[in-house]
């Protein structure tokens, strides 16, 4: 058996079911879950009419590569989303399908990995617990790079010595990041696209959130995008993973693309291909309906962004909690510790949230997540607002 299956810890919704277990809820409140990241807006019908009308393919065995059609739509949509240069992303070079990001930044890891080398990957801290998993059974060790507010919850990219970065051999980015929704900006992705090429790494940007921001006006610079301001039409070391997940409230479609260096895909490719990891058609088929269509995402920003303004109203003015920069979380300071605040909340009220230092690792004796909770605004809009409620509740009644 593989030795380092036993470096994996248990998901942050595992702790949390063994954390509220055997509570007895109020039997007055009907449950209202903050906690796990899954879109409830309604999926778009004409991807769901697509997906319908294209049953017959269930026929046919898909191909890992994916259809050239999806392939077309998703570097048509990068180019307009990221203002890359016409023509710079082709669809047959730095494209390839996934079954949505998780699967596609885990099989990623295992290609890109020497084992041979003392292989060392850098992540921020919080972070999805996938960049933990996949670096560990790639047989790497994991550098945690600290988000906290003092560093506008961006790591610090400076704290790392020359040792660490001559050893790393991919640095995981997450931007909008998961919980604190923050946005790498534009200098910090040019810096470390500087020093991938100093020191021969790969920057791989989990982008799955950039879709969901409250200002139409600044959406969320990507790492592709700061590749073409910068003249790196060839995206040399860099890739990004994108998923119709958020944007398009597909969680189940599990649909989303990898895209990027071209000299790194094909032999992605030729491990997905072992790995058994192929799309069906039916659902490239409706892939293509959503992304070649952006009313739909309009709507669902829209969706979040009244949800986010209602819910901050009312917990503004009693707890610490600032709107993000882009995904669809909060991630608010607890009044006591972030364990017995989630426990206490649940058995008093009924909402279920994620205690933040599930979502990270104590490094130099400090959780960051410590004394933080994770709030997914993905229920619909009366719930959310009626937990917020609950919530201030909560507060009140501690003080």
């Known amino acids: 058996m593989n030795p380092d299956l036993q470096k994996l810890q248990p998901y942050p919704f595992e702790k949390l079911s063994k954390l509220l277990s055997g509570i007895e809820l109020p039997k007055k409140l009907r449950p209202i879950p903050l906690s796990i990241g899954e879109p409830k ?71 890109m ?109 990507g790492l592709l995008q700061t590749c073409a301001a910068i003249g790196r039409h060839d995206f040399s070391r860099v890739v990004v993973f994108h998923s119709l997940s958020k944007r398009s409230n597909l969680p189940g479609l599990r649909s989303g693309f990898i895209a990027g260096d071209a000299t790194l895909l094909p032999r992605f490719l030729q491990y997905r291909t072992y790995h058994g990891s192929a799309m069906p058609v039916q659902h490239q088929l409706a892939s293509i309906a959503a992304w070649d269509d952006e009313s739909h995402v309009v709507e669902n920003r829209l969706a979040y962004k009244t949800k986010f303004k ?36 649940y058995s008093q009220q009924a909402v279920t949230v994620v205690p933040g230092s599930y979502l990270s690792r104590t490094v130099d004796e400090e959780n960051p997540g410590e004394n933080r909770i994770r709030m997914a605004l993905v229920a619909p809009e009366a719930d959310c607002i009626e937990a917020a409620k609950r919530i201030k509740l909560f507060i009140e009644g501690l003080k």
């Open 41 to 111: 807006h309604p999926s778009p019908e004409f991807v769901v009419d697509t997906l319908k009308q294209n049953l017959d393919k269930l026929a046919v065995y898909p191909t890992t590569k994916g259809i050239p059609e999806l392939r077309e739509s998703i570097a048509n949509w990068a180019t307009r989303r990221f203002k890359l240069k016409p023509g710079s992303l082709s669809a047959s070079a730095h494209v390839l399908p996934v079954n949505g990001t998780r699967e596609a930044i885990f099989s990623f890891t295992q290609a």
């Open 113 to 221: 990995v020497n084992r041979g080398k003392s292989p060392l990957i850098i992540s921020p801290n919080p972070f999805y617990q996938i960049y933990e998993g996949a670096t560990f059974l790639a047989g790497a060790e994991l550098k945690l790079l600290s988000t906290t507010e003092d560093n506008l919850f961006i790591p610090d990219y400076e704290a790392v010595s020359e040792a660490d970065w001559r050893r790393c051999e991919v640095l995981f980015l997450c931007s909008p990041g998961n919980p604190t929704g923050a946005v790498t900006p534009h200098d910090t992705l040019s810096k470390l696209i500087g020093l991938a090429d100093k020191y021969d790494f790969i920057i791989a940007s989990d982008e799955c959130y950039s879709e969901i921001y409250c200002n139409e006006d600044q959406p969320p610079v």
């Open 310 to 345: 209602a819910v901050l109203d009312i917990l503004g003015p009693i707890m610490d909690v600032k709107q993000s920069d882009a995904s669809f979380y909060l991630w608010p300071r607890t009044p006591i510790n972030d364990e017995l605040f989630t426990q206490k909340l």
